[in-house]
């Protein structure tokens, strides 16, 4: 079996960032455009906790799909299996500078996020109880600091 390409990436130095994982093309010609939000380095630092991901993962697609600009582009916001980063599906043809201004906004409206956790409940979500709000706004905080010092090698794949 073909090695899919994102096992590919030295994930050894991988480093916090928004990087263009893939573009595909639909039947119909469009484009959509997979980013890596990878928060943390992985195998180097302690990966999220699902309970913080799945937080950030209800707080950031209520707030994607929502905004007045970027929503009827948004496909998906979800966390990684690995548990250091998420998924950005958006249609259309961007490349990580695109979005940056987005990813921050997003974060800082997790950081910032005070009350009831979107669809956190019995009837809205399969395992509603299992989320950690102030992780999760830990870990945007913390994210954000990262994108502040961010270079180009936090937006391109090491080789």
Not at 24 to 48: C, K, Q, W, Y
Request: charged share 20%; aromatic share 10%.
């Amino acid at each position: 079996m073909e090695k899919i390409p994102s096992f590919t990436i030295n994930h050894e130095l991988l480093e916090p960032g928004i990087y263009l994982s893939r573009q595909d093309h639909t039947p119909s010609g469009d484009v959509i455009s997979t980013f890596d939000i990878r928060m943390t380095r992985p195998n180097r630092e302690p990966a999220l906790t699902p309970r913080a991901l799945h937080a950030m993962e209800h707080i950031a697609a209520t707030f994607l799909r929502n905004h007045p600009q970027w929503k009827d582009r948004v496909i998906y916001w979800g966390p990684m299996g690995c548990c250091t980063g998420n998924y950005l599906l958006l249609s259309g043809d961007y490349i990580s500078a695109d979005i940056l201004p987005l990813v921050k906004e997003t974060m800082v409206f997790v950081a910032d996020f005070e009350g009831e956790i979107p669809g956190a409940t019995p009837r809205d979500c399969g395992n509603w109880s299992f989320m950690d709000l102030p992780e999760a706004k830990a870990a945007a905080a913390h994210y954000l600091k990262e994108l502040a010092e961010a270079t180009h090698n936090n937006f391109t794949y090491p080789a």
